[in-house]
């Protein structure tokens, strides 16, 4: 960098083209600023000298009497020009160069919204593109104009002009950062608070602080779950119990159903003997039929209690996945069985007698003229 050169101590001959000298604004135009430097003619500073940034006018930054150090551009006998904005750049490039090469995280103010990202003042700009801005989508960065945000140089390039910033990369650090703490802090058999954050065949990812872990299906709930979708939402608050760390590999194994309370427990105050209740039959054994009462909760109908009539096997009256109705004749809760009956709901069909011998019909007398006495009567005497 060009040592400033004090004007009130040089001689013309002492100004040369790529000093930086200190001047005192004299004159502010729309689309320029006289300058005096010490030299025989004010200096000319364009607004476009001025900032590294699209300035719309030049009072906008610049007041007479401010004190400001500027480059000289171009030096004719008549004709001097300068510039704030390489001056500004060059004071810049070292820090930034700094800040670079030691990842340093610093605060900026958003000076601009353009297509494509942000735009901020280094003293050269900055730009921050869109896609680095958050961790996730925004549909409109108005409202980020004047607002302050940290960040990190990911890419620089002093030829080009060129510093591409990052705030995601601020915010994907400090989440790295909130992972390890997690992954330390968590305990084998905690109970935690979680968020749903996605959904997969096998189950369901939940973030707990920071770090998600998976609910494998079969631990979503105590019943049988075909997807998990049919048990949890993305965005739902759940409580999860953790059944496994491994910090090495960043994994975590959690349940839903080891927070919530057994099937059975549920049945308590849901079934009782004598009660009539609809079930689904589930499973046909050779002695019997399992039928689903509650989610988890299944009772036995032996093959006695299906029908009244006697039957081989079950299947000769019941189907799986039938809905029917059961009585429950007993239940165990501290053995989850229950025993229900399906014909106690029935009534018995009329039994059926053997076949008695007839009766000897009676021969009315008014249409043979004869009784029954004496058609028989004197085969009766034979046996007197």
Same mark, same amino acid.
Do not use: C
């Given at each position: 960098?060009?040592?400033?050169?004090?004007?009130?101590?040089?001689?013309?001959?002492?100004?040369?083209?790529?000093?930086?000298? $200190?001047?005192?604004?004299? /004159?502010?135009?729309?689309?320029?600023? !006289?300058?005096?430097?010490?030299?025989?003619?004010?200096?000319?500073?364009?607004?476009?000298?001025?900032?590294?940034?699209? @300035?719309?006018?030049?009072?906008?930054?610049?007041?007479?009497?401010?004190?400001?150090?500027?480059?000289?551009?171009?030096?004719?006998?008549?004709?001097?020009?300068?510039?704030?904005?390489?001056?500004?750049?060059?004071?810049?490039?070292?820090?930034?160069?700094?800040?670079?090469?030691?990842?340093?995280?610093?605060?900026?103010?958003?000076?601009? @919204?353009?297509?494509?990202?942000? =735009?901020?003042?280094?003293?050269?700009?900055?730009?921050?593109?869109?896609?680095?801005?958050?961790?996730?989508?925004?549909?409109?960065? &108005?409202?980020?104009?004047?607002?302050?945000?940290?960040?990190?140089?990911?890419?620089?390039?002093?030829?080009?002009?060129?510093?591409?910033?990052?705030?995601?990369?601020?915010?994907? +650090?400090?989440?790295?950062?909130? /992972?390890?703490?997690?992954?330390?802090?968590?305990?084998?058999?905690?109970?935690?608070?979680?968020?749903?954050?996605?959904?997969?065949?096998?189950?369901?990812?939940?973030?707990?602080?920071?770090?998600?872990?998976? =609910?494998? *299906?079969?631990?979503?709930?105590?019943?049988?779950?075909?997807?998990?979708?049919?048990?949890?939402?993305?965005?739902?608050?759940?409580?999860?119990?953790?059944? &496994?760390?491994?910090?090495? $590999?960043?994994?975590?194994?959690?349940?839903?159903?080891?927070?919530?309370?057994?099937?059975?427990?549920?049945?308590?105050? /849901?079934?009782?003997?004598?009660?009539?209740?609809?079930?689904?039959?589930?499973?046909?054994?050779?002695?019997?039929?399992?039928?689903?009462?509650?989610?988890?909760?299944?009772? !036995?109908?032996?093959?006695? +209690?299906?029908?009244?009539?006697?039957?081989?096997?079950?299947? +000769?009256?019941?189907?799986?996945?039938?809905?029917?109705?059961?009585?429950?004749?007993?239940? $165990?809760?501290?053995?989850?069985?229950?025993?229900?009956? *399906?014909?106690?709901?029935?009534?018995?069909?009329?039994?059926?007698?053997?076949?008695?011998?007839?009766?000897?019909?009676?021969?009315? +007398?008014?249409?043979?003229?004869?009784?029954?006495?004496?058609?028989?009567?004197?085969?009766?005497?034979?046996?007197?």
């Amino acid at each position: 960098m060009v040592e400033e050169v004090n004007h009130e101590m040089a001689s013309f001959d002492a100004i040369g083209v790529g000093d930086v000298v $200190n001047g005192k604004v004299t /004159k502010v135009e729309e689309k320029h600023a !006289l300058v005096d430097v010490g030299y025989k003619v004010d200096g000319i500073l364009p607004i476009s000298e001025l900032s590294s940034l699209h @300035v719309e006018k030049v009072s906008d930054m610049l007041h007479e009497g401010d004190e400001i150090s500027v480059k000289v551009t171009k030096l004719e006998d008549d004709e001097l020009v300068l510039s704030k904005r390489e001056v500004d750049a060059d004071r810049a490039w070292g820090d930034l160069e700094a800040k670079f090469n030691e990842k340093t995280t610093f605060s900026v103010e958003i000076a601009d @919204v353009v297509k494509g990202g942000l =735009v901020v003042d280094l003293g050269v700009r900055g730009f921050i593109p869109a896609s680095l801005v958050e961790r996730h989508f925004v549909e409109d960065f &108005s409202d980020y104009k004047g607002k302050p945000l940290d960040v990190k140089i990911v890419e620089l390039d002093r030829e080009k002009r060129k510093v591409i910033l990052s705030h995601r990369a601020v915010l994907d +650090e400090e989440a790295d950062q909130k /992972k390890i703490e997690t992954l330390q802090g968590i305990k084998e058999g905690s109970v935690l608070e979680g968020t749903v954050q996605r959904l997969t065949d096998f189950g369901a990812f939940v973030d707990i602080g920071g770090v998600d872990g998976l =609910v494998h *299906i079969s631990q979503l709930a105590h019943y049988h779950v075909e997807t998990p979708s049919e048990v949890v939402s993305e965005g739902d608050k759940v409580k999860v119990k953790v059944l &496994s760390v491994d910090p090495a $590999n960043e994994r975590i194994s959690l349940s839903i159903k080891a927070t919530q309370p057994g099937p059975w427990e549920t049945a308590k105050s /849901k079934i009782n003997a004598g009660d009539v209740l609809e079930g689904t039959v589930k499973r046909l054994v050779p002695f019997g039929a399992f039928v689903e009462l509650l989610p988890g909760v299944e009772g !036995l109908v032996h093959i006695s +209690e299906i029908s009244h009539d006697h039957i081989g096997t079950p299947e +000769e009256v019941l189907s799986e996945n039938q809905q029917i109705k059961v009585k429950v004749l007993d239940v $165990n809760f501290d053995e989850q069985r229950v025993s229900l009956s *399906i014909k106690a709901l029935e009534e018995p069909k009329a039994e059926n007698h053997a076949e008695q011998p007839a009766e000897t019909p009676e021969i009315e +007398e008014a249409t043979t003229g004869f009784s029954l006495g004496d058609m028989i009567g004197d085969q009766l005497k034979k046996y007197k």
